[in-house]
């Protein structure tokens, strides 16, 4: 049997899903199919449409995050083309048993993975190696009035980030921690 055209594996916080897109290399290059609703669906039961594709490009050291959107929540199917950031997602779920909780991977232009962090969740990342291209698909669009920031270095969450002095926005700067989040049911 031959391998297949995408790879799943679970995250410790359910829902959130590493996909690895099988990826066909010769002595000219690569190709890989990075979207394919039909296999992503059958590969991890979601169905939820993507309704906007989002790129940033971002130096070493950036952080950007922990983002949320408290209404018209976002799922993020997310991957870097160039360079490597450390991706990071939050369950914000007050009913979760993995409530608080987060979850970290490298995600670099070479090893190609994807992750998918469903709505409830909050999401950032740092650049690890740069500049990185980071691009995203969302579930719903970019709601400004409704966006939320929880603060990247919350002590209460403990998130091992690789890169001590990050560079952040004055937005991401202000974050705040947990406990004062709005925060999903």
């Given amino acids: 049997m031959s391998e297949p055209l995408l790879a799943v594996e679970a995250t410790p916080l ?84 993995t409530f608080g909780r987060w979850f970290g991977l490298e995600l670099s232009a070479e090893n190609a993975r994807q992750f998918w962090i469903p709505p409830g969740f909050g999401h950032g990342f740092v650049v690890t190696r740069g500049p990185a291209t980071f691009l995203y698909k969302t579930t719903d669009y970019y709601a400004p009035a409704h966006e939320r920031t929880l603060l990247w270095n919350d002590p209460t969450l403990a998130i091992a980030w690789p890169v001590a002095e990050p560079i952040l926005s004055a937005k991401d700067a202000a974050g705040v921690t947990l406990s004062a989040a709005d925060l999903f049911p």
């Fill in 14 to 97: 359910p829902g959130c899903l590493i996909l690895t897109p099988r990826v066909f290399a010769d002595a000219r290059g690569s190709f890989c199919e990075s979207w394919n609703a039909a296999r992503f669906r059958e590969a991890t039961g979601v169905t939820l449409p993507f309704v906007q594709d989002n790129q940033s490009v971002s130096h070493d050291r950036v952080l950007r995050g922990i983002h949320y959107q408290i209404e018209q929540a976002q799922g993020k199917l997310v991957r870097v083309v160039t360079g490597a950031v450390w991706d990071v997602a939050v369950d914000l779920r007050r009913s979760s048993p």
